[in-house]
């Protein structure tokens, strides 16, 4: 199960930490949910999700501040001695010392923000979601062509790095040479990456290791890209029939979404890097709503129809 630390999250997001003798460095975070605990702060705690963040807005909190002291201590501790991960307080509120005793004894970590709750727990889903999402490593190439992420796959030696090569000379920006790192951050967006350690790296068979960073510049790689097209290069096969006109779309399955995929034949002479830079620009202009293809069979039944009627 993937995890988060919980002193990442406060890293990023900017909390402040107000129980400095809890220790954060151990504790985890594995949903990407949030919680906020209304109805537990009234006592309720059947299908309370304690293992996610829980969030205390200003209404919560002034609910616990119209308490008399000790039926707000006693609500607050049935509450955080639950196990949860953190408690973070918004909209500039404060917990008072009595909240902050509770916390340090229990071990459970008080935060706060200054962000409205709305704000705050849509940048922390979102942030979360990126973090936990599903992720697989796959052997290809994924390079920004026109700000299209295409996935270039196929067997070992076929020409992969040297078509990112010449991309890269053409100006587009390599991500990751060799195994790219995919996370599932929605239904309908793949993310990938490069591994830290191959990261700006590509491998060239018969010259070794090159540092794309060093040798292009910064503005020929990039950390991430969402991936919009997979382009699967494979041995020209004599006796196979290639699709030569595209009105069909064929789809790879990558983390259960599905993306537009083609099979590219590789024989002496073809421009690989000029083929997929065709391939993304067309891939971009179909989601504009203009269909080379299509607009090319249109073509040919208008004039079959003008032919049939004279």
């Not at 049935?78 to 918004?90: A, D, E, H, L, M």
């Not at 700000?147 to 067997?155: A, K, N, P, R």
Request: glycine share 6%.
């Amino acid at each position: 199960m993937k995890a988060v630390k919980l002193t990442k999250l406060v890293e990023e997001l900017n909390l402040k930490n107000l129980t400095s003798d809890v220790d954060m460095e151990n504790v985890r975070i594995t949903v990407p949910d949030i919680n906020r605990p209304a109805l537990q702060l009234t006592g309720y705690f059947e299908h309370f999700a304690s293992e996610r963040v829980q969030i205390i807005g200003y209404v919560e909190f002034t609910y616990l501040m119209h308490l008399e002291r000790e039926k707000k201590i006693y609500c607050f501790e049935q509450f955080i001695s639950k196990k949860i991960p953190c408690v973070i307080f918004t909209t500039m509120t404060e917990p008072d010392e009595d909240m902050l005793e509770l916390g340090n004894r229990y071990g459970v970590p008080i935060l706060v923000t200054e962000r409205t709750t709305s704000n705050f727990m849509a940048e922390i889903i979102r942030w979360l979601n990126v973090q936990l999402a599903p992720c697989i490593s796959i052997h290809g190439v994924l390079v920004d062509v026109y700000g299209e992420g295409v996935l270039i796959m196929g067997e070992s030696g076929i020409g992969k790095s040297e078509a990112a090569l010449e991309l890269i000379k053409r100006g587009h920006r390599l991500v990751s040479d060799d195994v790219v790192e995919i996370s599932k951050v929605s239904d309908v967006t793949l993310v990938g990456t490069a591994p830290d350690i191959t990261r700006h790296f590509i491998e060239l068979r018969g010259i070794g290791i090159i540092d794309v960073k060093t040798l292009f510049g910064v503005e020929s790689v990039k950390n991430t890209q969402s991936i919009d097209l997979v382009i699967k290069l494979e041995e020209w096969d004599r006796d196979k029939e290639y699709d030569r006109l595209g009105l069909k779309e064929e789809y790879t399955e990558i983390l259960g979404n599905k993306v537009v995929c083609h099979s590219l034949p590789i024989r002496p002479g073809r421009n690989l890097a000029v083929i997929v830079e065709s391939a993304a620009v067309n891939h971009r202009q179909k989601k504009m709503g203009y269909n080379a293809a299509q607009e090319l069979y249109n073509r040919v039944q208008a004039n079959l129809s003008r032919k049939r009627e004279d």
